[in-house]
C-alpha cells in the first residue's frame, strides 16, 4: 500500500513564528488532505488538496503532485494552533475513497 | 455545512457487554462512511469502509465478527463493538464522503472504556 511520511515529528514554536509541516507519499493519489486534530480529538478540516496551492488565512499549503509531496505553512502562529496535524492521502477510484493516514506532526505553539 | 455527529461521545462498559456507536451526516449525504480506531499518541488506522445498502468492507486484522458495522441510510452508518474486552478500549473516529466527492469529514470520535 502507499507510504504516507510526515516531517517533523514534533515541532515547538514560539508564539508569532513560521513553520512548515511536510508530507511525503509513495504513490500517485486522487486525494490529499490536510487536517488539524485538536485536544479533544476532533479531526478539523485544513484543506482539500490533491494538487496545487491554497490559503486560509493564516494557513496555507502545496501540493506537488508530480512530486509526491505537500507541504502545510503556519504564519504567526498562535497558541490554539497547538495539536497534532495529520496528512491523509487516498488513492485509486476503486478504493472508494478511503485515506492512508500520516504518523501526524506534533506542534506545540509557547506563549 | 459538513457537519458529521457520533453518539456517544464518551462510554464505559463492562467486559463481554456491546457497544453501538452512531455516525450521522447531518447536512448532506454520504453513499460511503469511514470508522477508524485511534490509540493515545498514535495516528488513524482504518478499521472499515462502510458503502450504503451493501456490507463493509473490512481492513486487513479487523474482526468482522467483533466490529458489525451496518449503514443503512445515506446519513447514518453505526458501529457495533460485540462481546467487547479492554483491549477494546480505544477512541473510535468515523467519517462520511459526500455522494460524488472524495473529501472525507470527520465525527468528533466516541472514546470507548471497557473494564
Known amino acids: 500500500g502507499i507510504q504516507v511520511e510526515q516531517s517533523p515529528p514534533d515541532l515547538i514554536l514560539q508564539e508569532g513564528a513560521n513553520s512548515t509541516l511536510r508530507c511525503n507519499f509513495s504513490d500517485s493519489v486522487n486525494n490529499l488532505q490536510w487536517f488539524h486534530q485538536n485536544p479533544w480529538g476532533q479531526l478539523i478540516n485544513l484543506f482539500y488538496?490533491?494538487?496545487g496551492t491554497k490559503q486560509n488565512g493564516r494557513l496555507s499549503a502545496t501540493t506537488v503532485a508530480t512530486e509526491r509531496y505537500s507541504l502545510l505553512y503556519i504564519s504567526s502562529s498562535q497558541t490554539t494552533d497547538s495539536g497534532v496535524y495529520f496528512c491523509?492521502?487516498?488513492?485509486?477510484?476503486?478504493?472508494?475513497?478511503?485515506?492512508?493516514f500520516g504518523a501526524g506532526t506534533q506542534v506545540v505553539v509557547t506563549p | 455545512g459538513a457537519v458529521v455527529s457520533q453518539h456517544p461521545s464518551r462510554v464505559i462498559c463492562k467486559s463481554g457487554t456491546s457497544v453501538k456507536i452512531e455516525c450521522r451526516s447531518l447536512d448532506f449525504q454520504a453513499t460511503t462512511m469511514f470508522w477508524y480506531r485511534q490509540f493515545p499518541k498514535q495516528s488513524l488506522m482504518l478499521m472499515a469502509t462502510s458503502n450504503e445498502g451493501s456490507k463493509a468492507t473490512y481492513e486487513q486484522g479487523v474482526e468482522k465478527d467483533k466490529f458489525l458495522i451496518n449503514h443503512a441510510s445515506l446519513t447514518l452508518s453505526t458501529l457495533t463493538v460485540t462481546s467487547a474486552h479492554p483491549e477494546d478500549s480505544s477512541f473510535y473516529i468515523c467519517?462520511?464522503?459526500?455522494?460524488?466527492?472524495?473529501?472525507?469529514?470527520f465525527g468528533p470520535g466516541t472514546r470507548l472504556t471497557v473494564t
Open positions: 488538496i490533491p494538487s
Open positions: 467519517s462520511a464522503r459526500p455522494t460524488a466527492a472524495y473529501e472525507q469529514y
Open positions: 491523509a492521502v487516498g488513492t485509486g477510484p476503486d478504493s472508494w475513497g478511503k485515506f492512508q
